[in-house]
Structures are given as structure tokens and as C-alpha cells.
């Protein structure tokens, strides 16, 4: 229990630096207590209280009032309206009031045509001590678990409520603190690291709810607020809890191609003109020992194309339709499960059309190179001859032109011709062919090759 000590020693250091340099009061109607500590907190306008005072413990406690004329009524769960007077002291210039049984209890005060109204708590009614944390069975799922606080009881209620001037229940926020180790994913990394967690619990109960951690932790239990300021808030320790919850996060990069004669109608998501490359890649949390990426053409997964036991996988789309992809992950029990969202890949029918003239070297940029305007060809073979059936160039990617050379050098003006076999990602087959007529331009001196 060395941790639980020195914990202990560090909050109480803290705690006195936050009594000494944070004032309990704020300005306006204020009460003064002697023979105990207090903590004053400003209460929610609609509940028509000035000030709530938390005493750490109120009985034989005396309350001051900064007027020797001011009329006091004290009243309880009913409301400021069923308020009774009670007899109250003088001293000097304030008016004192012992309380004697030690009840939480609204005080009114009127002063000078003015009422302000205050809800006392006495702590120590409310003081907690508990004593162990343990990991409760059998409750659990893959997303949440509960911690068991002893020596709590099930059917006792733990909260420390007031009540407004109408007599309306409202809880007090007790600030416990419950802290643990989690992973949480870092897009700088693009991979998961390990957190502090904390969470504030307004309220104990006997089992409290929690969200499982990604990771082995231990979890940490110290308070309530007041007597954290005050010095003296229990912690707890828990045995060293084992994770099965399994997260994963993932992402999709599309390669990109920029074919000035490629037509893509896809704007938006993946896919487009095939052939389609996409990286699918899932970081992964401690838990998961089963890994998959699953490719389906059906979006309800009933069946599957492809499976891919690791969390990177590369992919070529050269089919036509609508795929999609997804990421599974499973701790080694296979009791948690975790499904990636759902990648849509649209691949286009295909197309293919081939002109029939351009002019080589006549204007830079313009009409200077032949090319076939294509999508989602996923084969192709043109090969490009002169009249004699002598070959000029053989091209193998759509993307691919012919800039008029042979042998580094324009060819003349005139008829060519083209054949072509080529196949879509829809399984269309292409057999083409016809003629290339290249216009006269100009032809530089020495530039043009004559073939036979």
C-alpha cells in the first residue's frame, strides 16, 4: 500500500495549497462558521439559494451574520415557505446561531427588506470511507465492466442532496475520481498510445459502471472533492486488470493517377476507371490477435471474395461493379469482435475510342500527340504501321501516345494505321483498328524520316 501512502501524501500537499490560495467565499450575503472547516459553493440561480455550505461537520458548529437585526428561519425538504424562526444570538454587530443536532438544513435570513437563503450540509452524516476496489464478474460486455467499492452497501444511497427555496431535491456533485490507463489512437503515429484516464463520479454506489480499457491497468479510486480539499479522501487500489476489449482504427488510400486522356466519372469515394490500387491499412489495440480484411460484393458480407489475415493489404480493382471492404478484429477468446466501417469501391464500365488524325510538332500542346481517350481498360496492345505494314511503335498503357517520331525523328504527313486488342474491367474485348492521318505541318530541315 506504498502507492496508497504516498498518493495520500501528495493530495494532502495539494489540497492545503488549494485552501490556502482559493477563497471559500465570493461576494454578497455571506455566513461566517466557527469550530469547523467549510466549503462554500455558489448554488445554481434556479434554485434560489445564495450560497451552499458543506461543514465537515456541523454539530455544535456556530453560523454568523454580519447584521444584529437580521430575523433567521430555519426549514428542511419542504421548502424556504415552511420555514420557523429560530432564536439566534448577538454579538457585536453579528447575529450567531448554534446549530445543536447537526442536520442538514436550509437557513433564511431577512435583513433589510432583503431574504437570503442558504442550504447547510453536515459532511460527516455524509462521509464515506471505503476501503478496497475490486473487478466485478459476470456483468461485463466488450465495451463496459464494473468496479465493485467495499465495503459499500447495494441499497444505500450515498448522495448528498439539498433543496431549493420550493423544496425541489437536487444532487450535489461529490467530484470522486476514478483514474486508469487506456489507449488512445495518435494520428501523428497512426497507431495507438498509452493514456491517464480520468472521470469525475458525482455520486458512489456499491458496483459503479465503467468503460473497459484498451490495455492491463490498474484503476484508482480517491475521494469525494470535500475531503480532498480538507486533506483526508480515501483512495483505493484495484487488482491489475486484464483487457479483452478490442478497438481498431482504419483508413484508405486510393493511388492516384492523372491521364490526361483517361476519363473518370468517379468524383467523389473510391474507385473510378480500373485498374483501381487502394491501400487499406488498420492500426490495432492490444487485445486483437485476429486480424482480417474482408472484400465482399455484397454489402451484407454473406459472402466473401478475398480475406487478408493482416492489417495493411494493397489491392488492385479490375472488375467492374460496386465492392466493399471492411476490417475485423477479435481477442484470442473470440468474444469481442470489432467491424471497421464499410469501404465502397465503385468501378466503372469500360470505354474505349480512338482518333483518327492529329499534327505532330505544329503546335506545342495542342493536338500533338495521338492518344485513345479510355476508362477501365485493364489490358491493352496497339501497335501503329505505315502504309508499306512497316511497325512505327507498340504500346502497351492506354495512357500511353505517339508523338509522330520514328527513330527519334517526325515522320511525314499521311495515312498510318492502328490495331488494337484491349479489354475492360466490364470483360468487354477490343479488336480495333483504322487509320491515323498525321496533317502536313511544317517540317524542319533534316527532321523528317522517310520509311519504307
Partial sequence: MKSVAKYKTLLKALSLAIIVCTPLTSAGADLLFNGSRVISIKAESSSGLDKIYVVENLTGVTANYSSNKAIWSKWGNMGAAYGEMITTGVTGNFSTYKFA???????????????????????????????NLSIKDGDDDCQSMYLNIEPLKEDKDYSIDYFTINGAPRELDRGYKLTYN?????????????????????????????????????FILSGDRFAREWGKENVAESPIYTTDAVEATTYAEQEERDNDNEQNDQTTGLGGSAPVNIRFVAAITDAAQFTEWQLSASSEFETYELRFNQTEVDYTFTEYGTWYMRFQASNAAGTCDYFSETYEIHIGESRLVCPNAFSPNASEGVNDEWKV????????????????????????????????????????????????????????KYDLSGDINILKYKEPSGQTTEIE
Wanted: glycine residues 10%; aromatic residues 14%; charged residues 25%.
Fill in 101 to 131: 443536532d447537526g442536520s442538514d438544513c436550509g437557513i433564511t435570513i431577512e435583513d433589510g427588506g432583503r431574504m437570503y437563503h442558504f442550504w447547510i450540509v453536515n459532511y460527516a452524516k455524509h462521509q464515506i470511507d471505503f476501503t
Fill in 182 to 218: 487506456t489507449l488512445e489512437y495518435d494520428t501523428n503515429s497512426m497507431g495507438y498510445n498509452q493514456t491517464a484516464k480520468e472521470e469525475t463520479i458525482a455520486t458512489l454506489k456499491s458496483s459503479i459502471r465503467v468503460s473497459k480499457p484498451l490495455c492491463d491497468t490498474q
Fill in 373 to 428: 481517350s479510355y476508362k477501365s481498360i485493364v489490358e491493352f496492345e496497339c501497335h501503329i504501321f505505315n502504309r508499306w505494314g512497316t511497325k512505327i511503335i507498340s504500346l502497351t498503357d492506354p495512357s500511353q501516345g505517339w508523338d509522330g517520331k520514328y527513330n527519334g525523328k517526325y515522320v511525314p504527313a499521311g495515312v498510318y494505321y492502328y490495331v488494337i486488342k484491349a479489354r475492360g474491367s466490364d470483360g468487354h
